[in-house]
């Protein structure tokens, strides 16, 4: 089936901002569709080649981080006020990639180590694990272009003690980490909220997923 052609000639912006920018997406005579996104016109992923549509740096990393503690692991997760919800919902850490860490050799791993610390204070080390499980997933592509790498980080007796929020900066807003095992993680999933009673994301079912199913063992 032939798609729709979507270019920046045919791109009209809406609104235009530090952080977010909404386009009209005139792919036909007459015929629109709205997106929000934090990129510029001449780089949005709709009108991306295919080849480059297949190999772009994703604009965030998510973290599963997994406390290698006894008797058992623990998955690690927060709670992080999220403005457009109006709520602290459960969260795995994640965050933006910069511009800077583009010019690394692996961003993704780059910006996926200075979240791990930012956002729990844990230092990773040469005996830690760390894989990346997805290049880059998009979030709600009927809405954004945004993507964002996931990552796996396996933490081997970490300093409990030590786990803050300290080096957060900007907007962003924690109320707590929760450290699960194995049933907690499970009952979460079933019930699909948290201990609250509150509906979490898609990117902390994922984590939760993960933990669960054990293949972050292989």
């Keep these: ?36 996104t934090r990129h510029k016109k001449e ?28 008797p058992e692991e623990r998955l690690l997760l927060f709670y992080e006020y999220r403005y457009p919800t109006g709520r602290f919902l459960l969260s795995p850490p994640a965050g933006l990639i910069d511009q800077s860490d583009k010019e690394e050799e692996d961003p993704v ?24 499980l997805n290049p880059g997933l998009f979030s709600s592509p009927g809405m954004t272009d945004e993507t964002s790498a996931v990552v796996l980080f396996v933490i081997h007796d970490p300093d409990m003690s030590a786990i803050n929020d300290r080096n957060t900066e900007g907007t962003e807003l924690f109320d707590g980490y929760r450290f699960l095992n194995r049933e907690e993680a499970l009952k979460c999933i079933a019930e699909g909220k948290d201990e609250h009673g509150f509906r979490y994301s898609v990117q902390t079912w994922q984590a939760l997923l993960y933990f669960v199913s054990g293949l972050w063992r292989k």
């Design 43 to 70: 780089d949005l992923a709709a009108v991306y080649p295919d080849e480059k549509f297949s190999s772009f740096i994703p604009d965030a990393v998510t973290l599963c981080v997994i406390l290698d503690t006894q």
């Design 109 to 132: 791993f780059i910006a996926a180590v200075r979240e791990l610390f930012e956002e729990t204070g844990i230092v990773f080390k040469e005996n830690d694990s760390y894989r990346l």
């Design 1 to 36: 089936m032939d798609r729709p052609v979507i270019t920046t000639d045919n791109t009209v912006t809406l609104l235009e901002t530090k952080f977010l920018n909404v386009f009209d997406l005139q792919y036909q005579e007459g015929r629109h569709y709205y997106a929000a």
